[in-house]
């Protein structure tokens, strides 16, 4: 009589940011893969995410170490080391006692380096960071033997190792249908995400400071920083108080899909290249179009003048101009690019899309016999 079979999978964060969510969908994917098997989690910490996998794991366990944070390895560069071989030992016998192991993102190290030697190990890429920390993880990929996947082609690209691109797939945030403002309201514009400083929102009310036509719009900034990183709120706030604009900056949500809603145009200002773009495919999900920075991932997702509008990475000038083109859109060149953006969603990018790839990826080798 065989045993069921046993999965184990391993997060590095314990929210509801993209990667929280794209990890849930790969969970529930193989729920529905293997209907029978003992699916049991990891995660750093308790949090909201812990809720959104019940329906989908058996269990959750929690380990804080063995995640590479570059705050934390500066503060503390020991307690972090030793962190890291302290997770990869109850990594290396968790491994052990499952048929497949999916670690999702590349910080976490420990979980990695533990599946060398074990079959049935994937990796699921979802960052390009930059060279010194390429290298790092490029040589983790290589030891533990893992098989990859990739979250676009750009992750790939700047990787360089086999593997395979499943591109992420979102559940329509909600059905409201875009609207177009008229003489009675401003544009505006959401930028919705984890606030660090690549993602560019500082860049982003530097950049829209520009604008001659500042006093059409309105600014929403929807999230949070990672604890440590308070300076950068401060620092956004003071900027806020001396634009032209009305600038709104609101904390994590769980729930986004009100903010999506009441944007006119959803901005993504990343600074360094995005290794998808999440959030576009959100704003896509119902209609919304994008003005994006023209790097990584979002470039396979947002077509210029068709679906969103898109410029140079950390180029001021170039982020205003972009805005200044999707504010000069009449009603109907508006709906049209509206209904490009929700075409395009439904072709590549459903929740359903992705958990079939994620299933079909995604395999064990074979469980034992029970002795």
């Known amino acids: 009589m065989s045993r069921a079979l046993r999965i184990l999978a391993i997060h590095q964060g314990s929210e509801l940011y993209g990667s929280d969510r794209s990890f849930a969908a790969a969970v529930q994917a193989l729920r529905e893969r293997h209907p029978q098997a003992r699916i049991e989690v990891v995660l750093p910490e308790p949090g909201p995410l812990q809720s959104l996998l019940e329906p989908w794991a058996d269990a959750c366990r929690f380990e804080p170490r063995g995640i590479l944070r570059k705050i934390e390895l500066k503060r503390r560069p020991l307690k972090s080391l030793s962190g890291i071989v302290a997770a990869w030992r109850r990594y290396r016998a968790l491994a052990a006692e499952h048929d497949l192991c999916y670690v999702n993102t590349t910080v976490c190290v420990s979980a990695i380096l533990a599946l060398r030697g074990c079959a049935g190990g994937y990796v699921h890429v979802r960052e390009i960071p930059g060279t010194a920390a390429l290298v790092l993880f490029r040589t983790l990929l290589r030891l533990s033997r893992a098989q990859v996947i990739y979250n676009s082609y750009a992750t790939a690209l700047a990787f360089g190792l086999p593997g395979r691109v499943i591109h992420n797939g979102v559940a329509p945030i909600s059905d409201a249908p875009p609207t177009v403002p008229g003489a009675h309201r401003r544009w505006r514009i959401a930028i919705i995400g984890r606030i660090n400083t690549w993602k560019g929102q500082q ?108 410029f140079a990475p950390g180029n001021a000038q170039a982020l205003a101009t972009a805005v200044e083109r999707a504010l000069a859109l009449d009603a109907q060149a508006y709906q049209d690019m509206a209904l490009a953006a929700r075409r395009g969603y439904q072709q590549r990018f459903t929740v359903e899309g992705y958990r079939q790839a994620i299933g079909d990826a995604v395999l064990p080798c074979a469980p034992t016999a029970a002795s």
């Open 203 to 310: 860049f982003a009310l530097e950049a829209l400071a520009r604008l001659a036509s500042a006093p059409q719009i309105e600014l929403r900034i929807v999230g949070d920083v990672f604890p440590g990183y308070e300076p950068l709120l401060t620092a956004l706030d003071q900027t806020a108080a001396d634009c032209r604009f009305p600038v709104e900056r609101i904390g994590f949500v769980r729930q986004p899909g009100p903010h999506f809603e009441w944007a006119d145009f959803v901005l993504i200002p990343s600074l360094l290249p995005e290794p998808f773009g999440r959030v576009a495919i959100e704003a896509f999900s119902i209609g919304r179009p994008v003005i994006a920075s023209a790097g990584g991932g979002l470039q396979e997702i947002v077509a210029d003048g068709v679906n969103g509008f898109l």
